[in-house]
């Protein structure tokens, strides 16, 4: 599964990341990987990888990062700023677009597989 989060900075993707692994059972401290470009969390046998592309500024940098290896088809991509490596990234199953208001946020998500549409039909 890749969930594709796209914002401005604080429209809260990372709270959003926060919220998902709360809501999973995971009771850890849930950072932004602004810095570190990839936190990893794993709870039970479920494997998710919260990646922050920001800091890029070029497709380039996904390959120096040697951020390939974590894409192997089994986890859950949480990726924040996915167009700042365009071609490099696995398509989205799921996208969420937060939009700032004077008052709180909004958001729209979309689903763009088979998988994103059953994931979006639970909830």
């Known amino acids: 599964m890749v969930i594709y989060l796209h914002g401005d900075l604080g429209a809260g993707k990372t709270t959003l990341v926060r919220g998902i692994l709360n809501a999973l059972?995971?009771?850890?401290?849930?950072?932004?990987?602004?810095?570190?470009?990839?936190?990893?969390?794993?709870?039970?046998?479920?494997?998710?990888?919260?990646?922050?592309?920001?800091?890029?500024?070029?497709?380039?940098?996904?390959?120096?990062?040697?951020?390939?290896?974590?894409?192997?088809?089994?986890?859950?991509?949480?990726?924040?700023?996915?167009?700042?490596?365009?071609?490099c990234l696995p398509p989205a199953d799921i996208a969420v677009r937060f939009t700032i208001l004077d008052e709180g946020r909004e958001l729209k998500i979309d689903a763009y597989s088979h998988l994103g549409e059953q994931c979006l039909t639970r909830w």
Do not use: C, M
């Not at 401290?29 to 990646?51: A, C, N, W």
């Not at 920001?54 to 390939?68: I, K, M």
């Open 25 to 87: 059972g995971y009771n850890g401290r849930v950072k932004s990987p602004t810095y570190t470009l990839l936190e990893p969390y794993q709870i039970g046998d479920l494997q998710l990888r919260h990646f922050d592309l920001y800091r890029f500024n070029s497709p380039e940098e996904w390959e120096s990062a040697g951020l390939d290896d974590e894409i192997d088809g089994e986890n859950i991509f949480l990726i924040e700023w996915p167009e700042r490596a365009p071609g």
